[in-house]
């Protein structure tokens, strides 16, 4: 069974920068493309970021364009995702899973942007 461990969170000023890494577990992760997607109090899980199996392609919310850059290492069975000039609207609970076929959610990485 494919585990998901997100780390990286933090509390940073508007503006500041955090890199979430999420670990996957099992020998099938390079075959699928991987999403963050994040939660805030009181909203449902959004969609944040996608990048392909091999990584060649990515897609980002209209809301994070040109701020987060999504990337992974297939060889570490890692998932990264680099936030820049972050806003406190950005403040949420950030998971990661696969893009299609999810598997069970991670505990996630609390992200907070004070303004």
């Known amino acids: 069974q494919v585990q998901l461990v997100e780390s990286g969170g933090g509390l940073v000023q508007a503006g500041g920068s955090l890199r979430p890494s999420c670990a996957a577990s099992g020998d099938t992760f390079s075959w699928y493309g991987m999403s963050w997607y994040r939660q805030a109090p009181g909203k449902e899980r959004e969609w944040v970021a996608f990048i392909s199996s091999a990584g060649g392609n990515t897609n980002y919310a209209a809301s994070v364009k040109g701020r987060f850059t999504i990337s992974r290492d297939n060889a570490k069975n890692m998932v990264y995702l680099q936030m820049n000039s972050l806003k406190p609207e950005d403040t949420a609970m950030y998971y990661c899973?696969?893009?299609?076929?999810?598997?069970?959610w991670g505990q996630g990485t609390q992200v907070t942007v004070s303004s």
């Open positions: 899973n696969r893009h299609e076929s999810r598997v069970s």
